[in-house]
Structure formats: C-alpha cells, structure tokens
C-alpha cells in the first residue's frame, strides 16, 4: 500500500472509524474468559492534544510486538482502513497489524495495533488483552532491531457502535500506544463480537 508522505495529523483520517475490527470472527467462536468485574476507572480524554512536535526524528517501521504478562510475542503487518472508513483486521488471526497512516511506535502520537481476539478453532493472538493490567509492558521492536517500551495506563470495553475514535486517534505530545481486539457478546446474527477492548498505554 501507499504510504502518506505527510505524518503530522495523519491518523485523524479516521475519525469515521467507529466499528475498529470488523471481522474479529466469522462464526461462533472459541470460548473466552471470564471478562474482568472492572474496567479502567478514568476516562479517557475527548479533546485532542498539542500536535506531535515535526522536528522529532521518524523511527524504523515495526516489526514485532511483546507483551510478556500474556505471553505474546508476535510479528506485525501493516494495516489500512476498509472503504466504511474502519481499520481492517489481519487476515492471519495469529499475527498483529499496526496502522500505517498512524505514527510508527515511538514517535509523537497514538500509534495503533489490533488482532483478533479468537477464530472458530481457538485463541488468536490478542485472545488474553483484556487480562493485562495498569503498568504492564509492551515492548515494541523494529525492523532495525531498536525497541521501545510501554507501559499499560487502563484497559476500556466499549461497544463498537460507540467507538471513542477520538480518544484513541487524537494526537499526543508524546508516544502513546493503543492495542485494539473485539471483546463482549458474540452477535451470532453479525458474525462479529458487539464491543472492543482498547488498552491505552504510554512511553515506559
């Protein structure tokens, strides 16, 4: 795919993206844990923040992602949005997919990986995100062989009809990450999960 030329702002393209994985099952689905009593107890925030600083270096393309508390260590794909203007899943439901119009991990700005959560023979690669909890890491490797590391700040479900696109996709001054999967009741009748996870973390 193409990639923009331009990064500042670009990842608020998709301020129609209100349904973030579409296509996190295609049939029942395995079964999933028990979902926490609990989720995060702040809010994120509903206005966008100063704008990524231009003069900041771009980082290498990533590559891999970690996140050892739920033992998941996976390479990643890059991901556009399907023509409704909604991010795309990866099509290997072991593989993570990261935003490509949105900043790499570690520059300015939310930068966003999803996976699915299950497929109709098991756990896919983000079946336990919703485990993780406040302070947990998230190592992000790039192609170049550099890492930059995060750290879990909340965990939110939210039904995918009432997607917070702008808390996800709003700049940042400074790198933040959000890791995106389905998760709630299965809509046997949509084929689909009714909400998603959304973990937002920061810069460790």
Request: aromatic share 6%; glycine share 8%.
């Amino acid at each position: 795919m193409t990639r923009p030329t331009s990064r500042a702002g670009r990842h608020l393209r998709v301020a129609a993206c209100a349904a973030l994985l579409v296509g996190c099952a295609t049939a029942e689905p395995h079964a999933q844990p028990t979902a926490p009593s609990t989720t995060a107890a702040s809010t994120a925030p509903t206005t966008a923040t100063a704008a990524p600083d231009a003069s900041v270096p771009s980082v290498a393309r990533p590559a891999t992602v970690r996140i050892p508390s739920i033992d998941v260590e996976t390479s990643m794909i890059e991901l556009g949005l399907l023509p409704d203007g909604s991010l795309e899943a990866p099509e290997d439901f072991d593989v993570a997919g990261w935003y490509a119009a949105g900043p790499e991990p570690g520059e300015p700005g939310p930068s966003v990986i999803a996976g699915h959560v299950d497929s109709q023979h098991g756990p896919a690669v983000f079946y336990r995100l919703r485990e993780l909890q406040p302070g947990a890491e998230v190592e992000v490797q790039a192609e170049d062989g550099t890492s930059v590391d995060f750290r879990v700040e909340r965990i939110e479900m939210h039904p995918k009809d009432a997607f917070p696109t702008e808390a996800v996709y709003a700049d940042t001054p400074g790198p933040t990450l959000r890791l995106i999967t389905c998760g709630g009741e299965f809509d046997r009748d949509e084929g689909s999960y009714r909400d998603n996870v959304v973990v937002f973390a920061t810069l460790a």
